[in-house]
């Protein structure tokens, strides 16, 4: 038995030879439909990974309050259907004084700018720096963790302790490999003293997130006074089962802060982390299915094409079939080495689509600073899809060699 599936992948191999630019183009054909299956596979699943481990630092089971929900509403035309007012330092500093609620801790915070430059001694940052105004809970609630050093404090919010906690990129830039903690960094004339460095998060769509400085937001208030400054609320719930509570005591607070009567609508926006990821996955998702009808419309023809060279090579070694069969070979004998044939195109097509889809994948996620993970689910589709393909195609014309007459084919010019 073994000895005769020997045979027939031996068989098999020197057809393909003997056939060669046939082969190759049948191959390419299916490999681009792989390839535009893995190759987008890939780029969605590196997307999907670096929002995945952004907004995992939103924290597990945290909620914001914000201007606008993560969807704004719009008319015809992109035409905002409702304009709402910014969140001032006022309406933050009295939500988190009113909002009260079991097992809650609650994160303000607002960007100052994002063009400073710190300077350490003689050494300066490019203009690209974004500084944070913060409270004590600001981390806690971002899901950031330090590498060195000690988060903020209540005395250092409350005192308005000139401190900093800085970006990864800090360490290998301005300070030249020494260690930051407890030197002295100046932005914008105001003197801070470094108490902590981040744990390295990478750049998302341009955005460098390991260039930011946090400091105390009453101090980031007087050095950034521009006016309409938009503030941000965090609320991390220590028991995720009493969610849906605070989130309900949140909308009453700021509703209250804010003196919306009860038949008015939210002029605000709360928004969950698990909501946003949600969201945009279901973004990706069209992404997805795009790929599946690329790539099923494009292995449809490849499989199409397979059959083909393989109907033609059925005719061209009619005589050969009934050599064969003269010599003893059974039926199922001479299906076996057409199937084969089919299999081995198939998976030299289907082998180069992974490759080629990886490549592409992986240049997609360089090219735009995504995290590139193997796309083993993709590569275990395409394998069954070439494998599916090889069965379609190969079943037909396995089966017309298998059912020649040996008379007639030994006849056959």
């Given at each position: 038995?073994f000895s005769l599936l020997k045979?027939?992948?031996?068989i098999?191999f020197?057809?393909?030879?003997s056939?060669?630019l046939?082969?190759?183009?049948?191959v390419?054909?299916?490999?681009?439909?792989?390839?535009?299956?893995?190759?987008?596979?890939s780029?969605?699943?590196?997307?999907e990974?670096?929002?995945?481990?952004?907004f995992a630092?939103m924290?597990a089971?945290t909620f914001?309050?914000?201007q606008?929900e993560f969807?704004?509403?719009?008319r015809?035309?992109?035409?905002?259907e409702?304009?709402n007012p910014?969140?001032?330092y006022?309406?933050?500093?009295?939500?988190?004084d009113n909002?009260?609620f079991p097992q809650?801790q609650t994160s303000?915070?607002?960007t100052?700018t994002g063009n400073a430059?710190?300077k350490?001694?003689?050494e300066?940052?490019?203009?690209?720096?974004s500084?944070?105004?913060?409270?004590?809970?600001?981390?806690?609630n971002?899901?950031?963790n330090?590498?060195?050093?000690?988060?903020?404090?209540?005395?250092?919010?409350?005192?308005n302790?000139h401190?900093a906690?800085?970006?990864?990129d800090?360490?290998?830039?301005?300070?030249?490999g020494?260690?930051?903690?407890?030197k002295v960094?100046s932005?914008r004339?105001?003197?801070?003293?470094?108490?902590?460095?981040?744990?390295s998060k990478?750049s998302?769509?341009g955005?460098n997130?390991?260039?930011r400085?946090?400091?105390?937001v009453?101090?980031?208030?007087?050095?950034?006074t521009?006016?309409n400054i938009n503030y941000a609320?965090s609320?991390?719930v220590?028991?995720k089962e009493?969610?849906?509570g605070?989130q309900?005591e949140?909308?009453?607070?700021?509703?209250?802060i804010?003196g919306?009567n009860p038949i008015?609508?939210n002029?605000?926006?709360?928004e969950?982390?698990d909501?946003?990821?949600?969201?945009?996955f279901?973004?990706?998702?069209?992404l997805?299915?795009?790929?599946?009808?690329i790539?099923?419309?494009?292995?449809?023809?490849?499989?199409?094409?397979?059959m083909n060279?393989?109907l033609?090579?059925v005719t061209e070694?009619?005589?050969?079939?009934?050599i064969?069969k003269?010599?003893?070979a059974?039926?199922?004998?001479i299906?076996t080495?057409?199937?084969?044939?089919?299999?081995?195109?198939?998976?030299?097509g289907?082998?180069l689509?992974i490759?080629?889809?990886i490549?592409i994948?992986w240049?997609?996620?360089?090219?735009?600073?995504?995290?590139?993970?193997?796309p083993?689910?993709?590569?275990?589709?395409?394998t069954?899809?070439?494998i599916?393909?090889?069965?379609?195609?190969g079943s037909?014309?396995?089966?017309?060699?298998?059912?020649?007459?040996?008379?007639?084919s030994?006849?056959?010019?």
């Open positions: 038995m045979e027939n992948i031996r098999a020197d057809s393909i030879k056939q060669l046939r082969t190759i183009l049948t390419l054909i299916i490999a681009i439909g792989i390839t535009a299956l893995v190759g987008i596979l780029a969605v699943s590196a997307l990974n670096t929002i995945s481990s952004d630092s924290g089971n914001n309050l914000q606008y969807a704004t509403r719009s015809g035309g992109g035409e905002v409702k304009v910014i969140i001032n006022r309406e933050v500093k009295e939500f988190k909002y009260e809650t303000i915070s607002f100052g430059e710190v350490y001694e003689n300066k940052t490019d203009p690209e720096v500084v944070l105004g913060v409270n004590e809970f600001y981390l806690s971002s899901g950031l330090l590498e060195k050093g000690r988060d903020f404090n209540y005395f250092d919010i409350q005192n302790n401190v906690v800085l970006g990864a800090f360490a290998e830039g301005i300070f030249k020494t260690d930051p903690i407890d960094i932005v004339g105001a003197k801070f003293r470094v108490i902590g460095i981040l744990e990478g998302t769509f955005n997130q390991d260039l400085v946090l400091i105390p009453e101090l980031a208030r007087s050095i950034f521009q006016p609320i609320v991390r220590g028991d009493m969610m849906e605070a309900s949140a909308i009453i607070t700021f509703r209250n804010r919306l008015e609508e002029n605000f926006g709360i969950k982390s909501d946003l990821i949600n969201r945009i279901s973004i990706t998702s069209y997805n299915i795009a790929a599946w009808i790539s099923i419309i494009t292995i449809f023809g490849s499989s199409i094409a397979l060279i393989m033609v090579s070694r009619t005589r050969e079939i009934g064969r003269a010599l003893g059974k039926r199922g004998t299906a080495q057409f199937f084969m044939e089919t299999l081995i195109i198939g998976q030299f289907g082998i689509g490759i080629l889809g490549l994948g240049g997609v996620s360089a090219a735009a600073d995504f995290d590139f993970v193997t083993w689910k993709a590569m275990l589709w395409a069954g899809i070439t599916l393909v090889a069965i379609i195609a037909y014309p396995a089966s017309k060699a298998a059912k020649q007459d040996p008379i007639d030994l006849r056959y010019e």
